[in-house]
């Protein structure tokens, strides 16, 4: 791919920028794409006008901009700014006795490719988070967004510009069809890291075919264990926030277990607050998939073979009894893809063990599975979510977009 | 593979140990490989037997073994036990504006995969490594060490059975075919991070099929550029140890940039230091392939096409003549695998620029390229040298076979 060859290019010149100059550029995009509202509405309306009726209402929504949407990325871009470089960090500096000077120091990672979903603003804020770590971005977005990606990359090519700095440090792939991905995937020697965010097919596509490292992000099945010695007022707000917020991202829970102590107390409040009071007030019911012994309890769909192994993304929530914290750690380590899981309970014992034996990126106390988040982690905003265990885990910053050298001086020493 | 399910049947209980019981594990380890030395020569007979005809000289001498090799190996296991826990390392903590207390600490990463070559004490290393930073190891050694690995393997397991921990903590393959390593490549859900250690084929073969999280290691085609304000005595002999003290590792130098203003002088010293001089003490002499414009300085072999992007492993030196600093970063940054890179200088401001650009794992202002080493760093041991970017850099030591997971106290809080 000829961008590949143009982004490693580029790979110098903008690891040789100072975070002042980086900081000059992301605001110069965030006027630019300001400054181009017009130019980029017109290109979403193109985009929406093609995606209708191929794609379904929730996706044209994710695809809308509009003006205040056009100012979010914009400020999206500045709040990134305020952020402290992560890079010429030492995190280490040793004298070794021969008199070696060693010190492990932040770099860039290089070039960074993101193949994304069909979200424009996705497309500012992957190309805004790869510049402030000191990095060229490839950025290939779904093809239902490629008009409104192609305006919005087209101003922040004219902020960089505007101030000097090498324009090829952004770089969108036209070609939106899956052999792109796969030359992204394969294009070893260009491509430091490569981004998969979205479904559960590319990042498995990505896995089974990258040659280039590649940091897998996503798929959540997270968790919420209602323990014996849980506050039950907690616990049921927590569940809703984390079941009803924003059912269609990775942080919402899909599973809730809960210890067989309370369950006769707690189901039937559960389901009058997932259930029937937002039916009652005209809003989606949750759908409780249960397992047989709490299908005794409360009503329900009894559970299927499959459904404490899926990532709904939807208003549905599967439901079993536990006898012990201890089942509910090995029933959690046998099927969640280790994003996001929260006891609820007023134990600091079980607490403890919980925290200990849940290998998860995140895993919560008495708050909801949704924090799991770039932003509310304090990290700024993020590129993703990592489920794995390599590089970086959760949220990814802009620390996790930087690698790091040893740079060691000497007088001479020789071995 | 079976042993890929006994092995994640063990995270959990490996992880659960506390560094105490762990370090009694690793010296009843080391106890147990020198109790049993006899068992361990005899097995090591049969490999060298098997072996003899089929593998070079220098390959039957990295295979063998000797009772003063075999008190090494445990010597360093010994030394492990001294490192600090790399595990419960609380990397970052901060109490959100919501009460939220978010703690991100490290933890093992679980299994941890090793392919690597026919040298019996990697198995102890490896093994031990894997152990301190709380992990399960899988063992996957070339197929000439075999018996000498399994006689190894099986005392290791012996002591930790004598201090009460899982055997299952370290596992070794007994198929020494393709086939297996190919299943580790694949074994997705149980492998976490797969190692793979040894030539440019095998590194090749888990970077293209790969499905589990992989880090590069090993190959290093390292420069060490003499600039125009160098200390010549400096050059010489670092340039002499990097390449003369081991030319077979992968920290060897193998190409030397020279500055144009010092050519003249300092060509004729490098070859009577580095060919006339050993020749004439009975060492094998460094065979100097040279470009165009050093050829009418010294004698020696011109340089052929492929010379400056070969890891020649041997008394082989590839000599070029750069007219800037800059130029020597440009065919470096070209050339180079990114392991470990060197200049020799007295100017303060080209050092800088040097550490700068070069993106290399270790860069070296005025000592030798064969520091890079886990040892040498100060990190105890090490599990190779990192040549990616993600994830680690340089040499691999306990902290880098972890990672972290967050986790999230809170008091009821939603999103």
């Known amino acids: 791919m000829k961008l590949c060859a143009l982004a490693k290019a580029a790979v110098k010149k903008v690891a040789a920028l100072d975070d002042a100059t980086i900081n000059s550029a992301l605001l110069a995009m965030a006027d630019a794409i300001e400054g181009k509202a017009t130019e980029i509405l017109l290109a979403n309306e193109k985009d929406i006008e093609a995606a209708r009726g191929t794609v379904s209402d929730v996706m044209i929504d994710r695809l809308r901009l509009t003006e205040s949407r056009i100012h979010a990325m914009a400020d999206g871009i500045r709040e990134i700014t305020k952020l402290p470089s992560p890079l010429g960090v030492t995190l280490d500096k040793s004298t070794r006795p021969n008199g070696l000077v060693i010190e492990k120091v932040t770099v860039p990672m290089g070039v960074i490719a993101i193949i994304y979903e069909s979200r424009p603003n996705v497309t500012s804020d992957a190309a805004a988070l790869a510049l402030k770590?000191?990095?060229?971005?490839?950025?290939?977005?779904?093809?239902?967004?490629?008009?409104?990606?192609?305006?919005?990359?087209?101003?922040?090519k004219a902020g960089l510009s505007s101030v000097g700095v090498c324009e090829d440090a952004i770089n969108l792939v036209s070609d939106t069809t899956r052999t792109s991905s796969y030359e992204l995937m394969r294009a070893s020697g260009y491509v430091d890291l490569l981004i998969p965010r979205g479904g559960a097919g590319l990042i498995r596509a990505c896995v089974e075919n990258s040659t280039v490292p590649c940091l897998e992000t996503g798929t959540g099945i997270c968790h919420i264990y209602v323990d014996a010695d849980a506050d039950t007022e907690k616990?049921?707000?927590?569940?809703?926030?984390?079941?009803?917020?924003?059912?269609?991202?990775?942080?919402?829970?899909?599973?809730?277990?809960?210890?067989?102590?309370?369950?006769?107390?707690?189901?039937?409040k559960l389901k009058e607050v997932l259930a029937?009071?937002?039916?009652?007030?005209?809003?989606?019911?949750?759908?409780?998939?249960?397992?047989?012994?709490?299908?005794?309890?409360?009503?329900?769909?009894?559970?299927?073979?499959?459904?404490?192994?899926?990532?709904?993304?939807?208003?549905?929530?599967?439901?079993?009894?536990?006898?012990?914290?201890?089942?509910?750690?090995?029933?959690?380590?046998?099927?969640?893809?280790?994003?996001?899981?929260?006891?609820?309970t007023e134990n600091t014992a079980v607490a403890?063990?919980?925290?200990?034996?849940?290998?998860?990126?995140?895993?919560?106390?008495?708050?909801?599975?949704?924090?799991?988040?770039?932003?509310?982690?304090?990290?700024?905003?993020?590129?993703?979510?990592?489920?794995?265990?390599?590089?970086?885990?959760?949220?990814?910053?802009?620390?996790?977009?930087?690698?790091?050298?040893?740079?060691?001086?000497?007088?001479?020493?020789?071995?």
């Open 276 to 344: 029937d009071k937002r039916a009652a007030a005209g809003q989606t019911p949750v759908e409780l998939r249960l397992s047989e012994d709490a299908l005794k309890i409360i009503d329900g769909t009894p559970a299927g073979e499959n459904d404490f192994d899926t990532e709904f993304l939807d208003y549905v929530l599967a439901v079993k009894i536990v006898s012990s914290a201890a089942e509910a750690i090995e029933h959690i380590t046998l099927h969640s893809t280790h994003h996001s899981d929260a006891i609820i």
């Open 133 to 156: 770590s000191g990095n060229v971005s490839i950025l290939r977005g779904g093809k239902e967004a490629y008009n409104s990606s192609l305006a919005i990359v087209t101003a922040m």
């Open 235 to 268: 616990a049921i707000s927590i569940i809703e926030n984390a079941k009803t917020s924003r059912p269609s991202v990775c942080n919402a829970a899909e599973v809730c277990l809960v210890h067989k102590d309370i369950a006769k107390d707690f189901l039937p």
């Open 352 to 415: 403890d063990l919980f925290t200990k034996e849940i290998d998860s990126a995140a895993v919560y106390v008495n708050a909801s599975t949704r924090f799991t988040d770039g932003g509310e982690f304090g990290l700024g905003c993020e590129m993703g979510i990592s489920t794995q265990k390599m590089h970086a885990r959760g949220p990814l910053g802009i620390r996790e977009l930087t690698t790091y050298k040893y740079i060691i001086r000497g007088n001479g020493q020789i071995r």
